[in-house]
Every structure is written in structure tokens, then in C-alpha cells.
């Protein structure tokens, strides 16, 4: 997994709530268990007209936020049925954070997981980060994981709150697998002894 230290980019502003899992990922596209490949698939029903042109007025059509690897969304960001699909997607597009003022529970674990950070922030925030999101390209945030801070294009901040075991986690790019495998060590130490055991 990708290590996550800081990320500049240009946010793209999602001013809409309850936006669940299907609208992350429609269903259609779930029969893979591939992590790649999904990116074009992401918010199709939004992104795309019934004829399959993009729809101009969905805002990662728009050329200011075609390349945003930061997400400024509304409240209950992820809600819907459990899909890992759906931070499958949007890493593949190329969004490493998606800032809300809340997350359903499963999809903020997923986040995690997939080296994706969901921060939640309040909505007074909320609306100071939409406002510089709406100015395109003339705007970037600036995420810092260590300092636990996001740094705007004027040069307010704005804090938030990490579990210390995630922040450690998406820091060193350790997803399950990666974390299991710090432990090797110990795993061959007591392979061994165990093995020695069965042939005294």
C-alpha cells in the first residue's frame, strides 16, 4: 500500500449528502475482484450521459478537477451497502482523501485499508474547504497526516482528529497483510521452535 504523508491537489467540491456506495460504484461494475479498472467507472451514473458521453456539469468532468486527488463532500459521505469496491474506485481514479463531516462507519474502515484517508472536519470547516474548492485551479489544499492539518490556499489551517494506530498504518503503507508481515520475525521464531518441538 502506498505510504500517505502529504498531499497537494486541487479539490473537487461534491456538494451533495448521503452519497452511498452505489453512487461511488453502481452495482454493474461489482462482478470484479480486481482493484484496478474501476476509476472510469466511478460516479458513472453522475459522470455520464445515457448515450456514454460525460456529462459536462459533473464536477470531475470539469477540467479544473480532472486530476483532484482530493474529495470535499457532504455530510454521510459512503453510507449504503458495504463495497470495498467503492474506495477501490475512487483510488483508481486517483483521490488519496476525501474530506465530510462524517463517513458510514464500513466505508471509513474500507478507507484505511485501501491507504485512502477520510477526514471529518465540522461544517463550519466544511464550508471554509467548499469555498476554496469552488475556486478551481486557483486553490489547492495542502493535507498534512503527521501535523494532522490541512493547510488552505490563503494559509488557514484546519485540524482534525486520527486514531493514532490508523495515522501509524496509512504513514508506513501498511494495509492487513503489511501489518501481519511486521510480526514475520516473531512468526518464523516460533515456527521454528514449534518445529523443533515436534521432532525432540
Not at 477540467?63 to 486527488?69: G, I, L, M, N
Not at 485499508?113 to 465540522?122: D, E
Not at 501509524?168 to 520475525?185: Q, R, S, V, Y
Request: some cysteine.
Amino acid at each position: 500500500m502506498q505510504p500517505f504523508t502529504t498531499l497537494t491537489s486541487t479539490p473537487a467540491p461534491l456538494k451533495v449528502i448521503n452519497v452511498d456506495t452505489d453512487m461511488i460504484i453502481p452495482k454493474q461494475y461489482l462482478k470484479t475482484i480486481k482493484r484496478t479498472g474501476l476509476g472510469t467507472a466511478l460516479f458513472s451514473e453522475m459522470r455520464y450521459k445515457e448515450d456514454g458521453t460525460e456529462n459536462p456539469d459533473f464536477v470531475l468532468n470539469q477540467p479544473a478537477y480532472r486530476k483532484s486527488e482530493i474529495l470535499v463532500a457532504g455530510d454521510n459521505f459512503g453510507c449504503g451497502s458495504s463495497r470495498e469496491h467503492a474506495p477501490w474506485a475512487l483510488l483508481d481514479f486517483g483521490i488519496r482523501c476525501v474530506i465530510s463531516t462524517s463517513f458510514a462507519d464500513i466505508f471509513y474502515n474500507n478507507c484505511f485499508k485501501n491507504g485512502i484517508l477520510p477526514i471529518v472536519v465540522s461544517p463550519e470547516d466544511l464550508e471554509k474547504l467548499f469555498d476554496d474548492a469552488e475556486r478551481g485551479s486557483n486553490a489547492t489544499l495542502t493535507v498534512d497526516l503527521e501535523k494532522q492539518e490541512i493547510k488552505g490556499p490563503d494559509g488557514g489551517t484546519v485540524k482534525f482528529d486520527l486514531d493514532p494506530f490508523r495515522k501509524h498504518c496509512l504513514l508506513n503503507g501498511l494495509d492487513d497483510i503489511g501489518l501481519t508481515m511486521e510480526k514475520a520475525p516473531a512468526i518464523d521464531a516460533y515456527e521454528k521452535k514449534l518445529s523443533q518441538r515436534a521432532w525432540a
